[in-house]
């Protein structure tokens, strides 16, 4: 992608090929095609046809303060999200009928360029770069035997979860390890969140960690690392028909979604 330019151009193999040179800041790949104007374009998120998406969450004090907790947690925790949900910058974000608590909440999100099957050494290494999500969640989903968490329909809903628009490289950022960047909401131009990645309870390292000792990511997998606090579920004022949603990370780029119609 050539931003001064305003073009891109399709790489040539899959990620498992360019991606630990691009980590690096290699830039000299085979190109297919001839180049595009980013305006005549859909962007699609930034995953591919066998990416798995993680989540771990409890990863910011501040947002955990404002929902009442009072020690910090010894240990984040997790979840996956099917494919469905996943929507790229630019498309609609759909509002579930299941759901009349439709909440936002901006995260950095980490591209794998390799395999990283155990815990050992430092899964930094192991990463493409950095894109922006949001972890849409439907607040008001329990489960009907118990009234406890119902994480399935929290964070499975087709369509509500935006990622994009692209990935900026681990070199642009200094390397492997943690980074410090703002990371921010805005609904219809209001903020409603803002703070930075070097807040973290858990670093990257360490979310990472919890995945691998769990799971193998592969090249292409995505882990979104927690939100901070401002989201809807503290003040009421959750996500609606029309609303213009803008997640933007530093370094990144700026995720911009419209809430569609709620279903009748």
Same mark, same amino acid.
């Given at each position: 992608?050539?931003?001064?330019?305003?073009?891109?151009?399709? @790489?040539? $193999?899959?990620i498992e090929q360019?991606?630990?040179? /691009?980590?690096?800041?290699?830039? !000299? %790949? =085979?190109?297919?095609?001839?180049?595009?104007?980013?305006?005549?374009?859909?962007?699609?998120?930034?995953?591919?046809p066998t990416s798995?998406?993680?989540?771990?969450?409890?990863?910011?004090?501040?947002?955990?303060?404002?929902?009442?907790?009072?020690?910090?947690?010894?240990?984040?925790?997790?979840?996956?999200?099917?494919?469905?949900? @996943?929507? $790229?910058?630019?498309?609609?974000?759909?509002?579930? /009928?299941?759901?009349?608590?439709? !909440? %936002? =909440?901006?995260?950095?999100?980490?591209?794998?360029?390799?395999?990283?099957?155990?815990?050992?050494?430092?899964?930094?290494?192991?990463?493409?770069?950095?894109?922006?999500?949001?972890?849409?969640?439907?607040?008001?989903?329990?489960?009907?035997?118990?009234?406890?968490?119902?994480?399935?329909?929290?964070?499975?809903?087709?369509?509500?979860?935006?990622?994009?628009?692209?990935?900026?490289?681990?070199?642009?950022?200094?390397?492997?390890?943690?980074?410090?960047?703002?990371?921010?909401?805005?609904?219809?131009?209001?903020?409603?969140?803002?703070?930075?990645?070097?807040?973290?309870?858990?670093?990257?390292?360490e979310c990472l960690?919890?995945?691998?000792?769990?799971?193998?990511?592969?090249?292409?997998?995505?882990?979104?690392?927690?939100?901070?606090?401002?989201?809807?579920?503290?003040?009421?004022?959750?996500?609606?028909?029309?609303?213009?949603?803008?997640?933007?990370?530093?370094?990144?780029?700026?995720?911009?979604?419209?809430?569609?119609?709620?279903?009748?």
């Amino acid at each position: 992608m050539d931003v001064d330019a305003g073009t891109l151009q399709p @790489i040539r $193999g899959g990620i498992e090929q360019w991606g630990p040179a /691009a980590a690096n800041g290699t830039t !000299d %790949f =085979e190109k297919v095609g001839s180049p595009l104007a980013m305006d005549d374009v859909r962007w699609l998120p930034p995953i591919t046809p066998t990416s798995t998406i993680v989540g771990v969450g409890m990863n910011y004090w501040s947002h955990l303060e404002k929902l009442g907790v009072t020690e910090r947690p010894k240990t984040t925790l997790g979840f996956l999200k099917p494919q469905v949900a @996943i929507i $790229g910058h630019g498309d609609v974000l759909a509002s579930p /009928a299941i759901t009349e608590q439709l !909440d %936002f =909440e901006v995260e950095l999100v980490v591209v794998m360029a390799e395999s990283v099957g155990r815990v050992g050494g430092r899964p930094t290494d192991a990463v493409l770069g950095y894109t922006v999500g949001n972890d849409v969640s439907a607040r008001d989903a329990t489960t009907p035997m118990s009234g406890g968490l119902d994480l399935f329909s929290i964070k499975a809903l087709g369509g509500t979860t935006p990622v994009g628009p692209w990935i900026t490289t681990r070199d642009e950022f200094g390397g492997a390890g943690q980074i410090d960047v703002g990371i921010s909401l805005r609904v219809n131009g209001e903020e409603r969140q803002r703070d930075r990645t070097g807040k973290m309870i858990f670093s990257i390292d360490e979310c990472l960690e919890y995945v691998v000792a769990r799971m193998p990511l592969t090249a292409g997998d995505i882990v979104f690392t927690g939100t901070t606090d401002g989201v809807g579920f503290e003040d009421g004022r959750y996500l609606r028909e029309g609303d213009v949603v803008e997640a933007e990370v530093e370094g990144v780029g700026v995720l911009r979604n419209v809430v569609g119609a709620r279903p009748a």
